[in-house]
């Protein structure tokens, strides 16, 4: 089992940039595909980005693609999400996923493991 811990949500004005960060404790990081998905009010939670277990196969909502990056760093079982030109739209509780793939190197659709979330907020 794995617990994560989401940091770096705030309060940002539209075009600013924020960076998620989500640490991961318990069983091997590197065991573990990693995603981030958000929640806003009103809505249903839906998926924004994913990384596989080796860090090299990504995968994006298409409506943030080309402004937030994910990216994961084993040494520090950290995983990120870089959010740039944000906009009142990404306003959201994001949450971090991890999923284990048994060495699978795609990206999942599903995922185990989930952090409490953190509040991101994007002024107009």
Request: net charge neutral; charged share 20%; with cysteine.
């Amino acid at each position: 089992q794995v617990q994560l811990v989401e940091s770096g949500g705030g309060l940002v004005q539209a075009g600013g940039s924020l960076r998620l960060s989500c640490s991961a404790s318990g069983r091997s990081f590197i065991n573990y595909a990693m995603g981030w998905f958000r929640q806003a009010p009103g809505k249903e939670r839906e998926f924004v980005s994913g990384i596989n277990w080796t860090g090299t196969r990504t995968r994006y909502a298409d409506s943030v693609k080309g402004r937030l990056t994910i990216s994961r760093d084993d040494a520090k079982n950290t995983v990120y999400l870089q959010m740039d030109k944000m906009k009142p739209e990404d306003t959201a509780v994001y949450y971090c996923a991890a999923a284990v793939v048994d060495g699978h190197l795609g990206v999942p659709y599903e995922f185990d493991y989930w952090g409490q979330g953190t509040q991101v907020t994007v002024s107009s």
